[in-house]
């Protein structure tokens, strides 16, 4: 039987804790801050003590904190979920959910009471950040060349005045069943026979010519169009088709 000195020892541990992780990653002003990983530990904590003083199944069935403390695991998987944020091509908020699952570890041991593992864990997690971060960034300056790079590509359909519309559609249509991102649309006048030049720009993660031109090829097919090429920009080379 846990007595209630031990308890409260165990949940100032996993707070405290959690808090020298949190303190860290709100001096680097990051989503999950001091409170954020603080609490996450209190949590764990709390869980892992309700599964070992909360519960007694008797001789045959005796209190295991494991119950509980399995279903952590796979609960602040959610929350971690909830801080992976994309924006374009890249995803942002890895560091900070990995951060949060280690931060619940740490107070599932304090729980547990192995306060010496919980703080050697809380020191290898603030040392992985502050000793690893200078070692990525010299990593980041020397990238290895890579054969996929972002593309974006630019093509263009002549037609008439009133069937611009139409071909508009045509071409949001065409990229809707690809991997592209449509960037921007726009027509223009050109001559003085009423043709129109609609212009798409679409962003790819990797460069995928039989891609795009399997969306495009089918506007050469529409009566009112007269002509249509495309082109692309990547990091290294411009093509046109």
Not at 66 to 86: D, N, P, Y
Not at 118 to 147: F, K, N, S
């Amino acid at each position: 039987m846990i007595t209630t000195t031990e308890t409260l020892l165990r949940l100032a541990c996993g707070f405290g804790l959690g808090s020298v992780i949190g303190f860290e990653r709100q001096y680097r002003a990051r989503m999950a801050g001091l409170r954020t990983n603080a609490l996450v530990a209190v949590g764990a904590a709390l869980f892992v003590l309700l599964s070992a003083h909360g519960f007694h199944g008797g001789s045959a069935y005796p209190a295991d904190p494991t119950r509980v403390a399995a279903q952590i695991v796979s609960g602040i998987g959610f929350l971690g979920g909830g801080v992976i944020l994309r924006e374009g091509l890249t995803v942002r908020g890895l560091n900070t959910a990995a951060t949060l699952w280690c931060s619940a570890a740490v107070g599932a041991l304090a729980g547990a009471g192995l306060y010496l593992i919980a703080a050697a864990g809380t020191v290898v997690i603030v040392a992985t950040h502050l000793l690893l971060r200078p070692i990525g960034h010299a990593v980041d300056r020397r990238p290895e060349p890579r054969r996929e790079t972002p593309a974006r590509y630019t093509f263009r359909a002549v037609t008439n005045e009133e069937a611009q519309a139409h071909i508009r559609t045509l071409v949001v249509q065409a990229l809707a069943t690809t991997d592209f991102a449509l960037c921007s649309m726009e027509s223009e006048t050109i001559g003085e026979d009423g043709g129109v030049e609609v212009r798409a720009s679409a962003m790819a993660e990797q460069r995928d010519d039989k891609q795009l031109e399997s969306a495009v090829s089918l506007l050469s097919f529409e009566p009112s169009v007269t002509s249509v090429r495309w082109q692309v920009e990547s990091a290294d080379e411009n093509d046109e088709g």
